[in-house]
């Protein structure tokens, strides 16, 4: 663990997306850390980038296709780097490996941030998977991290239309008897596991499952209605549409191949029929043998997805 007198060095690349502002702020939030944030050149200027300055965040330009030289550039002084790059780079991530190598990094968190799986299901978690065999290929120290799924993106939309996609919260969709149990987190907490796990030994060349709460779509919809309630705000105005597994597995039949949708579809059959997002697989050798955040850190408050809720609602 980092002494007060010699801050860790963290590089976060994409520090101003979802995942990546969650870290971010946790890493900020510790006090525990020099924090450097890598973007592209276009978007050095930006007002969420400036932001990140004024709080005494180091910005550094970046982009995954640089030369070799500029790579080892971005990442000079660094001991960690954790990326949060978009879903269309994962495959790049190589070439910040071979950089944090070159440099002396001491442990890359790649772009994991996702539920639990086996190889063969999902595409991404397949093509997530390559990364983390390539950075053990090169010797690298690495921590892998996943969360099963944002509670934001389970809870449902309080609207009365539903929409065609696979993100629960907007399709409103309940798959089966909506009684699989998943692993969901708040996405603010992201951060607060992140500062813990980097800051301890024990985590270092191992895979790490972050989680607030075990619930079925079912329980999520009962915490949505109590939510809304509670915040006087009438009733939800969202009602479930029931799609059966069947249906749902024709809809990963007919998406493209390395579309978004396959991605979002093969995900949620992952989580809803298979019953992939739980800290007990998690915990499985086939799946990674995971350490569990939340016994690694029971002194770690987060949210309850009751309170998350709220917040998703109170805005």
């Given at each position: 663990?980092?002494?007060?007198?010699?801050?860790?060095?963290?590089?976060?690349?994409?520090?101003?997306?979802?995942?990546?502002?969650?870290?971010?702020?946790?890493?900020?939030?510790s006090?525990?850390?020099?924090?450097?944030?890598?973007?592209?050149?276009?978007?050095?200027?930006?007002?969420?980038?400036?932001?990140?300055?004024?709080?005494?965040?180091e910005?550094?330009?970046?982009?995954?296709?640089?030369?070799?030289?500029?790579?080892?550039?971005?990442?000079?002084?660094?001991?960690?780097?954790?990326?949060?790059?978009?879903?269309?780079?994962?495959?790049?991530?190589?070439h910040?490996?071979?950089?944090?190598?070159?440099?002396?990094?001491?442990?890359?968190?790649p772009?994991?941030?996702?539920?639990?799986?086996?190889?063969?299901?999902?595409?991404?978690?397949?093509?997530?998977?390559?990364?983390?065999?390539?950075?053990?290929?090169?010797?690298?120290?690495?921590?892998f991290?996943?969360?099963?799924?944002?509670?934001?993106?389970?809870l449902?939309?309080?609207?009365?239309?539903?929409e065609?996609?696979?993100?629960?919260?907007?399709?409103?969709?309940?798959?089966?008897?909506?009684?699989?149990?998943?692993?969901?987190?708040?996405?603010?907490?992201?951060?607060?596991?992140?500062?813990?796990i980097?800051?301890?030994?024990?985590?270092?060349?191992?895979y790490?499952?972050?989680?607030?709460?075990?619930?079925?779509?079912n329980?999520?919809?009962?915490?949505?209605?109590?939510?809304?309630?509670?915040?006087?705000?009438?009733?939800?105005?969202?009602?479930?549409?029931?799609?059966?597994?069947?249906?749902?597995?024709?809809?990963?039949?007919?998406?493209?191949?390395?579309?978004?949708?396959?991605?979002?579809?093969?995900?949620?059959?992952?989580?809803?029929?298979?019953?992939?997002?739980?800290?007990?697989n998690?915990?499985?050798?086939?799946?990674?043998?995971?350490?569990?955040?939340?016994?690694?850190?029971?002194?770690l408050?987060?949210?309850?997805?009751?309170?998350?809720?709220?917040?998703?609602?109170?805005?």
């Amino acid at each position: 663990m980092s002494s007060p007198s010699s801050k860790q060095t963290v590089f976060v690349l994409g520090g101003t997306g979802t995942t990546g502002s969650s870290v971010v702020e946790g890493l900020l939030e510790s006090g525990k850390y020099n924090v450097v944030v890598g973007v592209r050149p276009v978007s050095i200027s930006k007002p969420e980038v400036n932001e990140l300055r004024e709080r005494g965040v180091e910005i550094r330009a970046i982009e995954l296709s640089n030369a070799p030289h500029e790579l080892d550039a971005a990442l000079k002084g660094v001991d960690t780097v954790v990326s949060t790059t978009f879903y269309t780079e994962i495959d790049k991530q190589v070439h910040l490996a071979d950089a944090a190598k070159r440099v002396g990094v001491k442990r890359f968190i790649p772009d994991d941030w996702a539920s639990p799986c086996v190889r063969g299901v999902r595409r991404l978690y397949d093509e997530k998977a390559v990364i983390q065999d390539y950075i053990k290929s090169i010797g690298l120290g690495y921590t892998f991290i996943d969360v099963g799924i944002w509670a934001a993106v389970m809870l449902p939309s309080d609207k009365e239309e539903a929409e065609d996609t696979f993100m629960p919260a907007a399709s409103h969709a309940i798959t089966g008897a909506g009684n699989v149990k998943n692993a969901v987190t708040h996405i603010p907490d992201i951060g607060k596991f992140v500062a813990e796990i980097i800051d301890d030994d024990r985590t270092l060349n191992k895979y790490v499952f972050c989680w607030a709460e075990e619930l079925t779509q079912n329980e999520l919809w009962d915490i949505a209605r109590k939510a809304k309630a509670e915040l006087g705000g009438g009733p939800l105005n969202a009602s479930p549409v029931y799609q059966s597994e069947e249906a749902l597995l024709e809809k990963v039949k007919a998406t493209e191949d390395g579309s978004w949708d396959q991605i979002g579809y093969e995900y949620i059959y992952s989580m809803f029929v298979r019953g992939d997002n739980t800290v007990e697989n998690a915990k499985k050798p086939e799946y990674g043998g995971a350490l569990d955040a939340r016994e690694l850190y029971p002194h770690l408050e987060v949210s309850s997805i009751k309170d998350a809720a709220k917040a998703i609602y109170q805005k």
